[in-house]
C-alpha cells in the first residue's frame, strides 16, 4: 500500500515562531491536501494543491500559512508566526487516484504552540 | 461548500450489538462517501465507501447505506468487538475536490 510519511511527528514551538511541517506524497500524484485536526475535533480542509499550485483554501489558511514544493517532490506547509490555537495534529494525504476522495493520510504532525 | 452532519456524537454499545452512525450532506454534487476510523492519537484510517452509483456495500461486518435523494448515508457495525472502539469519520467527497468531514462519532464497545 503506498505510504505519505511527514516530519516531524511531533514539534513544541513558543506562540509567534515560525515552524515548517513537511510531507513526502505519494510519488507522481498531481493532488495533494494538507488537513488539520485540534485535539477532540474534526479533521479540517487547509488547503489543497494540484500540479504545483494551490487548488483550493479553506478560511482557517490565511496569510500566516503557506505551502510550498521546494524540490519538486517533497511538500512543506509553513507557518510564519504560531498562535496557541495553531496547535493541532497536521495531516498531508494524497489520493490513491487523481480526481478521486480515497485519500492516504500520513501519520501527522503534532504541533504544540506554548 | 459541503456541510456534513454526522450523529450521534457518543455511542456507546454492548459488545456483540450492532452499532449505526448516521451522516447527512448538503452538495448534491457530491460522488464519493469514505468512512474513516481513527484511533487515539493516530491518522484516519479508510475502513469503507461507497460511490453515488451504488445504494449499499457490505465488508464483512461493516456495511455502508447511500440515499442520494434524501442525501444521507449511515455506517452499519455488526457483532461489534471491544477493538472497534475509536473515532468514526464520515466524510463526503465533492465537485471541488476535496473530502469534507463530518464531526465524528465515539463509539465504545463495552466488554
Known amino acids: 500500500e503506498p505510504e505519505v510519511t511527514q516530519t516531524p511527528s511531533h514539534q513544541v514551538t513558543q506562540m509567534g515562531q515560525e515552524v515548517i511541517l513537511r510531507c513526502v506524497p505519494i510519488?507522481?500524484?498531481?493532488?495533494f491536501y494538507w488537513y488539520r485536526q485540534i485535539l477532540g475535533q474534526k479533521v479540517e480542509f487547509l488547503v489543497s494543491?494540484?500540479?504545483?499550485?494551490?487548488?483550493?483554501k479553506s478560511e482557517i489558511f490565511d496569510d500566516q500559512f503557506s505551502v510550498e514544493r521546494p524540490d519538486g517532490s517533497n511538500f512543506t506547509l509553513k507557518i510564519r508566526s504560531t498562535k496557541l490555537e495553531d496547535s493541532a495534529m497536521y495531516f498531508c494525504?494524497?489520493?490513491?487516484?487523481?480526481?478521486?476522495?480515497?485519500?492516504?493520510f500520513g501519520e501527522g504532525s503534532r504541533l504544540t504552540v506554548l | 461548500g459541503e456541510n456534513v452532519e454526522q450523529h450521534p456524537s457518543t455511542l456507546s454499545v454492548q459488545e456483540g450489538d450492532s452499532a449505526v452512525i448516521k451522516c447527512t450532506y448538503s452538495?448534491?454534487?457530491?460522488?464519493?462517501f469514505p468512512w474513516y476510523k481513527q484511533e487515539l492519537g493516530k491518522r484516519p484510517q479508510l475502513i469503507i465507501d461507497i460511490r453515488s452509483n451504488v445504494g449499499e456495500k457490505k465488508d464483512q461486518r461493516i456495511a455502508v447505506t447511500l440515499n442520494k435523494t434524501a442525501k444521507h448515508f449511515s455506517l452499519h457495525i455488526t457483532e461489534t468487538q471491544p477493538e472497534d472502539s475509536a473515532v468514526y469519520f464520515c466524510a463526503a467527497w465533492g465537485s471541488n475536490y476535496k473530502l469534507t468531514f463530518g464531526k465524528g462519532t465515539l463509539l465504545t464497545v463495552n466488554p
Open positions: 494525504a494524497n489520493p490513491r487516484q487523481e480526481h478521486t476522495g480515497e485519500l492516504f
Open positions: 452538495d448534491s454534487a457530491s460522488n464519493y
Open positions: 494543491f494540484y500540479n504545483n499550485e494551490i487548488s483550493e
Open positions: 510519488s507522481n500524484h498531481l493532488y
